[in-house]
């Protein structure tokens, strides 16, 4: 029956509104008729039978004429009219009216909306109030019946308000139920669109990109060969439009990629000249093509080295200029770049582009970085491009967190400026940047290979045959000895049987694509290649497809087409250099500027990593090729690089001047950007990380870790010098090419032989980092204690407490870690300190060799993020038990005890 009524009040033709609208006043239908039936005043039956009458009318007249929210007031004032009328004629408060005055509330508020919800629900109110005030106060006023009567009124009134009022929320509740199971239908349909519609475009890409790269390949290779002027003019212009029909592309693929949300900032350090000189030799022929000045004014302080997505930050600033240059047809285009200092260690650039052209009208401005949008579109059809270049810009800008505006004055020229926050790699001046000492002109030269290499063989692998040809005849210049494989599996095939010096590798093919058979090649049994350089040469483009390459191994990345000049630069960077013989007019400075190459040496095939809290002295860290990711040092000045930027020595200066300061660990977006770099070195990379609880660097490189197949992450269960000692285990067997995974078997184990215990000066910056609660403080404070901490566990626990001066807590100190002296590997010892002077460190190392004597000591500074934690005048003794599988290396003496 329930269901029914339902079914007759649910109809998903209308609204949500008109629906509730109908349920609601049928319940008003069904008080009203139950009230007149429960009635004896004919005076009162009358009204009610009016009433109802009117009720009906006015909700058919609002479905109808379909103005909900009027019929809703309308019938809320007829219940407001009714409700006294009724509540005073059936016997007052002893009556059963007054329980139907819920269901006007109820009524109002779901049936109204906005301020005359609450006009409604406030004149409820106060009108019910009134009742009850004058049927108390004035009961002549009230029609008195038999009190049997009012029991039984009270009595049908409650049970048929609670089974309306159920009846309305079950409504309520299954209608919100039914939106919100379309509305994820309607955002499960969405989704589904917009990734049928990137996967179109990112198939359309490839798919366009395939025959694209046959057409400029060949056409290249016309243009090389000794051809009429009206052959070589028709060539050029082949080469202008297909270059035109892969930038739309790009551009419709870069859209497509922002609005899926898809776009990924890949920050790298870069170099600022670099990058200047890459746009400068790409725009200006472009401007003097069209007779047009272009100028170029750089900041001559701007930092040599920042970190950011220099690939968008170069496709921005091309889109702008490129942009100036179309809509500019005299004067001039000028590139103006300068820094503004935020602090230490981070820099505000702007970037300006200034044209000479026609203008943008002021109301036109506001539409300027809409995507297909072309202001004046009658006066510039005959400018070619879809419109997207200026809203690709906008987004790109506000991707990296920064900010774009527009200045014109229409026929006079155009403003653009774009502003970008950047941290800064390398502190030196760029100095004198100018476009004369940047420009390179080719215009007229004939075509001469770079190198030759005739005892080189590489290998490229595409199923497309017409790829092969054209990556051939690029390459026949070069003399290379170039074999061909269709398919995955003859890639494999012959790299069992040959060596080949490169490989050229596709992505997508079928039955096993590039990134498979790499792997396949990485761990192929008896094959020959396992350490040769692959470049990804590839269809699938973006940044995305670039950090994808870096993560699974690949050397190098090049997005089809290709030139023969990006092909040959390519080759060349990962080439042995003995095979190599550079032209004469080859500078060596210009080979490989435009191409992206992952490495440029043979990668390592295991590569040992770890954060900067690892407290190790740099002559180890060197010999053993160990890398480190800096953790951060936070102050009121800002944040800091942990011992690059701010030195252990200057984090207590500040600490006893009263002011704070604190570790944070990279995040993973950090140690993901750190781990892509690694891989560039290495083939794998085994992570070794602080102890989880202690710290959430573990953890986010855990994660980070998660987006590659050949990184490894380690919980030390350790700090400082303690997880240095690990960190040198596992680079020393990886020097003797043991496994990974019996590396890291190892490294299981014996990171329960070593011993790792700090005496504390004062608890307040372990407090205060949360290492130890408030009450040990207090307690230490209190009883001038020294606590000495350990790590168990991979947590922090207190193990004792030591009472009195430098001296004595130091000998008692030395006394207990080394009270059992047989159980101690003497081969290495760590004495690792923060805000202790020379003399001190000097006593303490002459007592541990009275009680226990090491091999080789070192006297080890805590870095600035362990300083910050464990205060000044804290030190630790590190080293490790015996029954440890260490077959550690001979270390020079006078190398140990610096």
Request: aromatic share 8%; hydrophobic share 45%; proline share 2%.
């Amino acid at each position: 029956m329930l269901n029914k009524w339902f079914e007759m009040t649910v109809d998903h033709k209308i609204s949500l509104r008109e629906r509730m609208f109908r349920v609601v006043t049928r319940a008003c239908m069904i008080v009203l008729t139950i009230i007149l039936l429960m009635g004896r005043n004919p005076v009162n039956l009358a009204i009610l039978a009016f009433a109802l009458i009117c009720l009906v009318t006015i909700a058919r007249i609002s479905i109808r004429k379909e103005c909900i929210h009027t019929g809703a007031t309308a019938i809320a004032v007829l219940l407001l009219a009714i409700f006294p009328v009724s509540f005073f004629t059936a016997g007052g408060f002893y009556s059963g009216v007054p329980e139907w005055f819920v269901l006007c509330f109820i009524y109002i508020s779901i049936t109204l909306e906005g301020k005359r919800k609450v006009v409604f629900f406030l004149l409820c109110m106060i009108e019910t109030s009134l009742c009850y005030y004058f049927s108390f106060y004035f009961p002549e006023y009230v029609a008195h019946n038999p009190e049997a009567h009012y029991f039984f009124c009270s009595a049908v009134s409650v049970i048929l308000v609670g089974i309306l009022t159920s009846v309305l929320l079950l409504f309520v509740t299954r209608l919100y139920e039914e939106e919100n199971e379309l509305s994820r239908q309607q955002k499960k349909e969405i989704e589904e669109l917009n990734k049928a519609e990137n996967n179109f475009f990112t198939s359309m890409s490839h798919e366009i990109r395939t025959p694209i790269n046959t057409i400029i390949g060949l056409n290249e290779i016309i243009l090389r060969g000794d051809i009429s002027e009206d052959v070589a003019e028709n060539a050029r212009s082949i080469q202008g439009a297909s270059k035109m029909l892969l930038t739309l592309i790009n551009d419709i693929l870069d859209l497509s990629k922002i609005k899926s949300k898809k776009m990924e900032i890949v920050n790298v350090s870069y170099e600022t000249g670099a990058l200047f000189s890459e746009i400068v030799n790409m725009i200006w022929i472009k401007a003097r093509e069209k007779g047009l000045d272009f100028q170029l004014h750089v900041d001559s302080s701007i930092p040599s080295m920042l970190y950011g997505d220099e690939v968008r930050i170069k496709q921005i600033l091309i889109n702008l200029l490129n942009n100036a240059i179309k809509y500019t047809s005299k004067g001039s285009v000028t590139l103006s770049i300068w820094c503004e200092r935020l602090t230490v260690n981070r820099v505000r650039v702007w970037y300006s582009v200034e044209d000479t052209g026609q203008g943008v009208k002021k109301e036109n401005i506001p539409y300027i970085f809409n995507a297909f949008k072309r202001v004046e579109e009658e006066k510039n059809r005959h400018i070619e491009g879809t419109g997207l270049g200026l809203s690709i810009v906008h987004q790109l800008v506000d991707l990296m967190g920064g900010e774009i505006s527009v200045n014109s004055v229409y026929t006079k020229g155009s403003t653009f400026l774009v502003m970008l926050d950047q941290d800064i790699v390398e502190d030196k001046a760029l100095g004198s940047f100018t476009l004369a000492s940047r420009i390179r002109t080719h215009e007229g030269e004939q075509y001469k290979q770079s190198f030759e290499a005739p005892r080189a063989h590489i290998l490229v692998v595409d199923d497309n045959e017409m790829n092969l040809m054209v990556v051939r005849k690029l390459l026949s210049a070069t003399k290379i000895h170039l074999d061909t494989a269709l398919s995955a599996a003859d890639c494999l095939r012959l790299t069992r049987i040959q060596h080949y010096d490169a490989i050229l590798m596709d992505h997508l093919m079928p039955e096993m694509d590039g990134i498979q058979c790499l792997h396949a090649l990485r761990t192929q049994a008896g094959g020959l290649c396992q350490d040769v350089p692959v470049i990804a040469l590839t269809a699938n483009a973006g940044s995305d497809n670039q950090l994808l390459y870096r993560r699974e191994g690949f050397s190098g990345y090049l997005a089809k087409p290709v030139s023969g000049a990006l092909l040959e630069a390519a080759i060349l960077s990962i080439l042995p250099k003995g095979l190599v013989k550079l032209s004469e007019q080859t500078l060596q400075s210009e080979i490989g500027h435009d191409v992206l190459i992952f490495e440029q040496a043979q990668r390592r095939p295991l590569l040992i990593t770890t954060d900067s809290i690892c407290d190790l002295p740099e002559s180890l860290k060197k010999k053993f090729g160990i890398s480190v990711c800096p953790y951060y040092v936070c102050t009121d000045q800002g944040r800091f690089l942990d011992n690059i930027e701010l030195q252990a020595d200057e984090v207590l200066s500040h600490i006893a001047a009263g002011k704070n300061a604190s570790s944070l660990p990279p995040s993973i977006e950090e140690y993901e950007t750190f781990f892509a770099e690694k891989l560039t070195e290495a083939q794998r990379v085994i992570h070794i990380s602080m102890a989880k609880h202690v710290s959430q660097g573990y953890s986010n490189a855990l994660e980070a870790a998660r987006s590659f197949e050949n990184v490894t992450v380690i919980d030390s269960g350790h700090l400082s010098s303690s997880m240095g000692l690990l960190v040198l285990y596992a680079a020393h067997q990886a020097e003797q090419h043991i496994a990974k995974d019996e590396i890291v078997k190892n490294l299981l184990k014996m990171k329960r032989y070593i011993s790792s215990a700090f005496i504390i000066d004062s608890t307040h910056m372990l407090c205060q980092s949360g290492k130890i609660s408030k009450r040990i403080q207090i307690l230490c404070d209190a009883l001038l204690l020294h606590p000495i901490i350990m790590l168990w566990n991979s947590k922090m626990v207190v193990s004792g407490m030591e009472m009195g001066s430098f001296t004595h807590v130091s000998k008692r100190y030395i006394r207990k870690v080394f009270a059992n002296t047989r159980n101690i590997d003497r081969r290495i010892l760590f004495i690792t300190y923060a805000g202790i002077d020379a003399k001190r460190v000097q006593y303490i190392r002459n007592l541990v060799q009275q009680y226990c004597p090491f091999e080789h000591i070192y006297l080890q500074k805590a870095s600035s993020a362990i300083a910050s934690n464990c205060g000044p005048g804290s030190f630790g003794l590190l080293f490790m038990k015996k029954n440890a599988s260490s077959s550690f290396w001979d270390t020079p003496r006078s190398e140990a005890d610096s």
